[in-house]
Every structure is written in structure tokens, then in C-alpha cells.
């Protein structure tokens, strides 16, 4: 399984931005392109499921994004430095949640999700 390794995560005020990084190791140092087809985002807030943000193609660069992540979230991916990035503008406290890296995002589904990193902490707050 892929090791993901998400950071980024603090308390922010609202209205801040924020941007979140997913390192993904890569020992063979083969570079993201030839291991995974798709790197993105989901999070899961208090008390709510587990919700799709953003998925990134790391051939092309092409993202997709769900309707919650519409307007104000930006994913990025840096296939020299095995590293995805999620931008996330005008936070509110409704954004208050885990944010995970995985892998295998294109159709935004849990179950065909590939591998989870450990998540890291949101917290939009005054």
C-alpha cells in the first residue's frame, strides 16, 4: 500500500487560507508520474460523512473537483517532489474538518480509493 503523508492542517481564522501538502515517498525514487494515476482530497467533518474534494490526474495535471469543493479549493501536484497540494481559500467554519490524501480519487468513491494517509486537522475558528 501507498504511504501518504498529509500536513498543512492548523487553526485558522475564518477567512484565511490555508494550503495542505501530500508527500508521497517514493524510495525507488521513480517519481509520482509512474506510480499513481490520480492524488486527491477528502475530509470528513464532525458529526458528517466522509465527503470527495478534489482529484488531480499526475500525468497532466487536470483536476476535478465536487460540488463542496467548488470555487474556493485548488489542488496542484509537483511530480518532482512527490508532493500534492490542496489550496483552500476563504476558509469557514464549516470547513472545520480531517483532511485526507489518497490515491485512486477520479470517481470521488470510498470504496475504490486506493490508499489513506492519516489525515491531518482543520480547524476554522475565531
Known amino acids: 500500500q501507498v504511504q501518504l503523508v498529509e500536513s498543512g492542517g492548523k487553526l485558522v481564522q475564518p477567512g484565511g487560507s490555508l494550503r495542505l501538502s501530500c508527500a508521497a515517498p517514493?524510495?525507488?525514487?521513480?517519481?509520482?508520474?509512474?506510480?499513481?494515476?490520480?492524488i486527491g482530497w477528502f475530509r470528513e467533518a464532525p458529526g458528517k460523512q466522509r465527503e470527495g474534494l478534489a482529484c488531480?490526474?499526475?500525468?497532466?495535471?487536470?483536476?476535478t473537483y465536487t460540488a463542496s469543493a467548488q470555487g474556493r479549493f485548488t489542488t496542484s501536484r509537483d511530480n518532482v517532489n512527490n508532493t500534492v497540494y490542496l489550496q483552500i481559500d476563504r476558509l469557514q467554519p464549516e470547513d472545520t474538518a480531517v483532511y485526507y490524501c489518497?490515491?485512486?480519487?477520479?470517481?470521488?468513491?470510498?470504496?475504490?480509493?486506493?490508499?489513506w494517509g492519516q489525515g491531518t486537522q482543520v480547524t476554522v475558528s475565531s
Open positions: 488531480i490526474s499526475v500525468r497532466d495535471g487536470r483536476s
Open positions: 517514493n524510495p525507488a525514487r521513480s517519481g509520482l508520474i509512474l506510480l499513481y494515476d490520480t
Open positions: 489518497v490515491t485512486d480519487c477520479e470517481l470521488f468513491d470510498e470504496a475504490l480509493v486506493g490508499s
